[in-house]
């Protein structure tokens, strides 16, 4: 495997590891009374993104690369305080970000076929993800 291709498998491990999402679950926001149904809805999103995240990086390690661990953003310790209405907007922006990354990622990856796949499926799951935040938003307004 080419060390652009690591790369940017990489940047898609640590986009899906260290999402808003995965930061939210374990800093866990105000969540009111839409709580048991955003709750369950991101712990689902954060377990998907992990598994993802773990068959990519196994792909990564295969093919003698190594895995990135990458950082939250220091602007997400700003959020756990805030009320989950808020965080769903945030979260619905972050992932319409991680969508667009995704499809570049894509597009990056002609050359390396089976690397594309295991991005075009995570792009796939990214992509119910934000129909699913579209949903909770119009749920709790």
Known sequence: M???TNAI????????NRSLAAYLADAVPW?????AEVGESLTAMVK????SADRLAEFVLDNGGDVAAGEFPMSFTALHDLSIEFCLKKLLQTQ????QYLQQAV??????PLAK??????LGSA?????????????VH
């Open 2 to 4: 080419s060390n652009e």
């Open 9 to 16: 498998l990489n940047q898609v491990i640590v986009l899906l």
């Open 31 to 35: 969540m009111g009374r839409a709580g």
């Open 48 to 51: 998907d993104q992990q598994q």
């Open 96 to 99: 319409q970000e991680a969508v």
């Open 107 to 112: 597009a990056a990856l002609e050359r390396a």
């Open 117 to 122: 796949a295991l991005v075009e499926e995570t």
């Open 127 to 139: 992509r119910g993800h934000l129909e699913t935040l579209n949903e909770l938003l119009a749920a």
